[in-house]
């Protein structure tokens, strides 16, 4: 990643696990909960073997199942998949124009009787308008889980972003701020949400209710302590490069940059803006061809596609293709459809995204910033 992420204290961590002999959730799993819950001031940190557990663990802990709805952005696809785990019918909100982040005024509107959570993406380590989303729940009686496998220490209005939520999820797999290899930790001032979610991500002898073992490993938990110490300095090599592509950017009138509104951090993860070229009588195909040429990864449309629109939802193929939770569900009473339109905003947009990684070194950073510059020149010499 262009940054040194490892400096000696994991070997530290991982040797005093291997002499206790305990290679199981110990003491080590509860340092790290306990260190994580301080370092955010909330009440529980429970840690699990992945994110993507935790999201299923938590749309559990939110009362979804059989014929409830749980409100997603359509950027990415990993909520709504947590959804589908629980039997639960994944509904989709537009996202904002200028943030891409999930529009509550499209929340709210999409909110029914049937709605039990909404998981708003903070995308690649922006905030979405988290105070008004956690309004459009409280107002509706909805769990709001944060996914913030993108935004680690995220400042917004005061707080962090996944504390804003009833319950925020953190990412550690490999590609992220802090890694432990895989990993994740959902965090919530909630005791019930805490116990709910705990009791289904690893149980011992005798469940009392469906559940299964998420666990995270000691050695997952020894990398995560040394990495929790040394991550806001990571984040902040990554601010320095995330200024150094944006500045790349100045000039150039047909680019979208990606907007940080007023009272929101930046928790660099991806960075990213909007092709409009083709408004400007520039071919999308020759700033390809540039961005190709300069060596570095780049990637023009993301998914080319919002979630909704990917053939896991709209086909029936979870649950051996019975037809739940999205097609011919005996329990589910709505008439949701997965149609062309349902978030025209994302429609429009996702196949405009321009991303690379900015999750490396200032010194790094210049140089991609340079590269980019000049493919700007060339695409726009025609």
């Known amino acids: 990643m262009g940054v040194d992420r490892f400096d000696g204290k994991e070997i530290e961590y991982l040797q005093q696990i291997l002499d206790s002999g305990n290679l199981a959730a110990g003491s080590f799993v509860s340092r790290l909960e306990t260190e994580f819950a301080a370092a955010y001031g909330v009440k529980h940190a429970i840690a699990a073997n992945a994110a993507m557990s935790l999201l299923i663990s938590t749309v559990y802990a939110a009362g979804a199942g059989a014929g409830d709805e749980v409100l997603c952005d359509p950027v990415v696809q990993f909520h709504a998949i947590g959804a589908l785990w629980q039997n639960a019918h994944p509904t989709w909100a537009d996202v904002q124009a200028d943030t891409w982040l999930m529009d509550p005024a499209s929340a709210k509107a999409n909110i029914t009787p049937s709605t039990k959570a909404i998981i708003a993406t903070n995308l690649w380590g922006q905030p979405a308008e988290l105070d008004a989303l956690r309004k459009v729940a409280d107002d509706s009686k909805v769990v709001f889980i944060e996914d913030c496998a993108h935004a680690m220490f995220l400042p917004y209005k005061g707080k962090y972003a996944g504390t804003w939520g009833h319950i925020g999820v953190y990412s550690f797999c490999q590609g992220k701020h802090m890694t432990t290899g ?177 999750m490396i070194s200032e010194e790094t950073a210049k140089r991609v910033a340079e590269g980019l510059r000049k493919a700007l020149e060339t695409a726009g010499k025609g």
């Open 182 to 358: 895989d990993g994740g930790m959902a965090v919530t001032d909630d005791d019930d949400l805490a116990a709910r979610i705990r009791s289904v991500t690893c149980f011992g002898e005798s469940p009392p209710q469906l559940a299964t073992v998420f666990r995270m490993t000691e050695m997952q938990a020894a990398i995560g302590l040394a990495q929790l110490e040394k991550v806001k300095g990571y984040i902040e090599e990554y601010q320095k490069a995330y200024a150094q592509l944006s500045a790349a950017l100045e000039g150039c009138d047909w680019v979208q940059p990606r907007a940080i509104k007023e009272g929101c951090g930046n928790s660099p993860y991806i960075f990213s803006f909007l092709f409009r070229g083709d408004e400007k009588g520039i071919e999308r195909e020759a700033f390809e061809q540039a961005l190709f040429e300069t060596g570095d990864l780049w990637n023009i449309g993301f998914t080319q596609a919002p979630a909704y629109k990917y053939k896991l939802f709209t086909e029936p193929m979870a649950y051996q293709n019975k037809g739940c939770p999205t097609h011919n569900c005996p329990y589910y009473k709505g008439d949701y459809e997965y149609r062309d339109g349902l978030c025209p905003t994302a429609e429009e947009i996702i196949p405009r995204m321009v991303n690379t990684n900015c």
